[in-house]
Nanobody, 120 residues
Framework: QVQLVESGGGLVQAGGSLRLSCAASGSIFAIGNMAWYRQAPGKQRELVAGITSRGTTNYTDSVKGRFTISRDNAKNTVYLQMSSLKPADTAVYYC??????????????WGQGTQVTVSS
């Protein structure tokens, strides 16, 4: 069994900051790419930021310079530091982890989602 537990969402005023965390636990042998997605009401889920096992990062254009993705491999955790938040960033944020289970099978796993609401 693999679990992804997210935390850190909430309500913040425009211009504020939040830090999301996503910890993976269970029968994990190795972790590959980790990422954050978001889904706003009535919109498709979109990739916000990703980080490879070697630390290479990528961001969607709308968050570049404001969001920072990082990971702690010792803790099997990925973070998303969000600054200068805008109302347009309001969405449910999901972490996504590609990992190798102890059964030696790779798979894609999702967190339960955490709500981020930015008020104007």
């Amino acid at each position: 069994q693999v679990q992804l537990v997210e935390s850190g969402g909430g309500l913040v005023q425009a211009g504020g900051s939040l830090r999301l965390s996503c910890a993976a636990s269970g029968s994990i042998f190795a972790i590959g790419n980790m990422a954050w997605y978001r889904q706003a009401p009535g919109k498709q889920r979109e990739l916000v930021a990703g980080i490879t096992s070697r630390g290479t990062t990528n961001y969607t254009d709308s968050v570049k310079g404001r969001f920072t993705i990082s990971r702690d491999n010792a803790k099997n955790t990925v973070y998303l530091q969000m600054s200068s938040l805008k109302p347009a960033d309001t969405a449910v944020y999901y972490c996504n982890v590609y990992l190798l289970r102890a059964t030696m099978r790779w798979g894609d796993y999702w967190g339960q989602g955490t709500q981020v609401t930015v008020s104007s």
